[in-house]
T-cell receptor, first 118, second 116 residues
């Protein structure tokens, strides 16, 4: 079974600074997706960034970028120029790439609460 | 685009009664919908995968007779909590995966269930 581990229950950052959230996962599969989701106080899940395991290039979305280390099974999220609106709970998630009954099922990490200080 | 709604957003029911939660994909068709449960400040736990026109697939440890899932159309899935008890109080979130195209799934805003 796949597992996702976020070892930082809480993190804080000053506005305009950079913060990195950690995530490790365990899988025996070679083709999969990794995601970072943001859950603000409204509880609405928002996709931040996605990484396909077969791509060596790290995904970036504006101020958000990942450091994907497939051999180490590590998938960290870097938030640059942090803004007050980035304050939320962040979840790392894993999904199988191929079809079949497991396709699309997301396995989430425990979450990291990010606080942004003005 | 890619909006998923849930109804109701909040519901309070008495112990022993049943409550139905609807999940709709508003601007796309979804053959697969997922139901998650989330306790305060905790992660999302997948309860079941709902496929249009077929029986739902439940995760280990989830009581299928208690949490009835029906995916009757390509835009609607329902979760019915039967004979609810206070320990069923939680935040329930659905997500929907489009038939074609994107690999992401889109999440509803969630339903807070309180059983008194």
């Amino acid at each position: 079974a796949q597992t996702v581990t976020q070892s930082q229950p809480e993190m804080s950052v000053q506005e305009a600074e950079t913060v990195t959230l950690s995530c490790t996962y365990d899988t025996s599969e070679s083709d999969y997706y990794l995601f970072w989701y943001k859950q603000p106080p409204s509880r609405q899940m928002i996709l931040v960034i996605r990484q396909e395991a077969y791509k060596q290039q790290n995904a970036t979305e504006n101020r958000f970028s990942v450091n994907f280390q497939k051999a180490a099974k590590s998938f960290s999220l870097k938030i640059s120029d942090s803004q007050l609106g980035d304050a939320a709970m962040y979840f790392c998630a894993y999904s199988l790439y191929a079809g079949g009954t497991s396709y699309g099922k997301l396995t989430f990490g425990q979450g990291t609460i990010l606080t942004v200080h003005p | 685009g890619a909006v998923v709604s849930q109804h109701p957003s909040r519901v309070i029911c008495k112990s022993g009664t049943s409550v139905k939660i609807e999940c709709r994909s508003l601007d796309f068709q979804a053959t697969t919908m997922f139901w998650y449960r989330q306790f305060p400040k905790q992660s999302l736990m997948l309860m079941a995968t709902s496929n249009e026109g077929s029986k739902a697939t439940y995760e280990q440890g989830v009581e299928k007779d208690k949490f009835l899932i029906n995916h009757a159309s390509l835009t609607l899935s329902t979760l019915t909590v039967t004979s609810a008890h206070p320990e069923d109080s939680s935040f329930y979130i659905c997500s929907a995966r489009p038939v074609q195209g994107q690999r992401e799934q889109y999440f509803g805003p969630g339903t807070r269930l309180t059983v008194t």
